[in-house]
């Protein structure tokens, strides 16, 4: 029997509102060739029906917060109940493939890593908006491995948990998804060099089902809390306009050259839309 196979692992889930994608989700998890030792699903005080679904599954343990703390409030927490050394932790919108744990088990005990992501690809590509963010936002970094990546992809990670306690965790400033994940891999870097890792042929698909409205507010999402101003001021709303704007006709430009043109459509809305959230984010902190 290979030594991998007997290595526990514990995978945490950090769910809000996921009532489309968390069954299929958790599925996933269960579905695995080299089964997981424990798993965890912090539920962040969604107000869907994510916690009715999470009950129909055994052998699970659920996690309520009392109130919506957030997604690195959650992942923390999520680390924190795992029991193993070794923990992996994906998003709930994401479907691992049957052979995920074991394949990226053995990629990260061979290559002596300490955190590490596999590669994510969008499912449902005839989705225009989906394609869209498919080519702007990949979820993965490409073909081939790479050791040391710009940062590690929080959708489907493995880890040691001493190294989210020697680095802290995560920083849960960050309440929504969009650069937590970088600034986690930075310091997991800093303190250990040389020991991050992309591999290529780990697979699992993106389940988001985007529309315009979302799409966009993923967008903002992104840019916004990944934003060097941290705190919400019309000089920082003025500087991401401009960034945005820049953008935007990049954008326009390629897709014209590539006669892509609902893209044209879809990039003045994710424009317009980001202009509207982050004003709003703006004076709404007044």
């Known amino acids: 029997m290979d030594k991998n196979q007997n290595r526990k692992v514990s995978i945490f889930i950090p769910a809000y509102n996921a ?20 798993i965890i699903i912090v539920n962040d005080k969604s107000t869907d029906d994510t916690l009715n679904i999470l009950k129909k599954f055994k052998d699970i343990k659920i996690i309520n917060n009392t109130v919506n703390k957030g997604v690195s409030y959650s992942r923390n927490l999520g680390v924190k109940n795992c029991e193993n050394e070794i923990i992996a932790g994906i998003d709930s919108d994401v479907e691992l493939n049957k052979d995920w744990l074991k ?8 290559s002596d890593a300490v955190y590490c992501c596999g590669n994510v690809v969008e ?11 498919s080519l702007r936002y990949p979820l993965n970094w490409g073909s081939i491995d790479i050791k040391n990546p710009p940062y590690i992809i929080t959708n489907n990670t493995l880890q040691y948990k001493k190294i989210w306690s020697d680095v802290g965790g995560f920083d849960e400033n960050f309440k929504y998804p969009g650069g937590e994940d970088i600034i986690y891999s930075e310091k997991i870097y800093n303190k250990f060099k040389d020991k991050l890792f992309y591999f290529a042929d780990i697979s699992s698909t993106h389940l988001a089902d985007d529309n ?12 916004s809390f990944g934003y060097k101003i941290k705190q919400p001021s019309l000089l ?4 991401l ?41 703006t004076f709404s902190k007044k």
């Open 212 to 223: 315009i409205f979302s799409l966009s507010n993923r967008i903002w999402r992104y840019h």
């Open 123 to 133: 499912k449902f590509t005839s989705n225009k908006f989906n394609y869209w963010r």
């Open 241 to 281: 306009v401009i960034k945005q704007l820049k953008f935007l006709f990049i954008r326009i430009t390629k897709d014209i050259i590539k006669l892509r043109i609902y893209f044209i459509y879809i990039n003045i809305m994710v424009f317009i839309l980001f202009i509207k959230y982050e004003w709003s984010y």
């Open 19 to 38: 009532e489309k994608t968390i069954e299929q989700c958790i599925t996933s998890v269960l579905n695995q060739s080299l089964k997981f030792d424990q």
């Open 103 to 110: 394949n990226i088990l053995k990629k990260f005990l061979d």
């Open 236 to 239: 920082r709303l003025i500087k």
